[in-house]
C-alpha cells in the first residue's frame, strides 16, 4: 500500500517492486530494481527514507524517520533501521536493530539479532555481533556481493508471475 502523508508521496522506479501487503508512507524513494517485501513498513513522516538501486527490504522489516540504503544494501526480516544510513552492499541480518545516526560501512555485516547503537560507525566489511554490536571480524563472502543481484531477480519473478488468490 502506497500513501501520502502531510503533502509528501512515495516515489518508486518503474523497475521496483513493492508487494502489496507493505505499506510505504509518505518521503520514500525506492530506486529502481530495489524491492520491498511482504510486511513491511517503511514510513517516511519525520525525513526521507531511500531505498537505493537493487537495494532490498525483506519480510516484516522497518524503516523510519532519515533511514538510507545506498545501492545493493540488504535488510533482513524482521530488521529496523531507524534514522541510519546502510552503505552500499551492506547486510543487516534477520532482527537486527539499528539505531538514529549509525553508519553501517559498504560490505558490512551486522548480524542476526543484533544491536547498533546510536551513533556508531561500522567500518566496511566488518562484521559485528551482540548487544550492543561489536566487530568480530572481517566480512570474507564472495556470495554477499550476489544477494542484491538474486533478490532483485527475484523481485522480477514476483511482479511478472505471482497472482492474487482469494
Do not use: C
Amino acid at each position: 500500500m502506497l500513501r501520502s502523508f502531510n503533502g509528501a508521496a512515495p516515489r518508486v522506479a518503474d523497475s521496483a517492486y513493492v508487494d502489496e501487503t507493505a505499506v510505504v508512507i509518505g518521503d520514500v524513494v525506492i530506486e529502481a530494481d530495489a524491492s520491498i517485501w511482504p510486511n513491511t513498513t517503511l514510513r517516511g513522516d519525520h525525513g526521507t527514507i531511500v531505498v537505493g538501486e537493487r537495494a532490498n527490504v525483506q519480510d516484516n522489516a522497518v524503516l523510519h524517520e532519515a533511514a538510507e540504503l545506498k545501492s545493493a544494501a540488504t535488510v533482513g526480516h524482521s530488521a529496523i533501521v531507524h534514522d541510519a544510513t546502510v552503505a552500499e552492499g551492506a547486510l543487516i541480518g534477520m532482527n537486527a536493530v539499528v539505531l538514529d545516526d549509525a553508519h553501517v560501512g559498504e560490505g558490512a555485516v551486522v548480524a542476526a539479532g543484533s544491536v547498533v547503537t546510536e551513533g556508531t560507525e561500522i567500518p566496511p566489511a566488518t562484521l559485528v555481533a551482540g548487544t550492543p554490536a561489536e566487530p568480530k571480524g572481517d566480512v570474507d563472502d564472495p556470495e554477499l556481493a550476489a544477494t542484491a543481484d538474486h533478490y532483485a531477480t527475484l523481485a522480477r519473478q514476483y511482479a511478472d508471475t505471482a497472482e492474487r488468490i482469494d
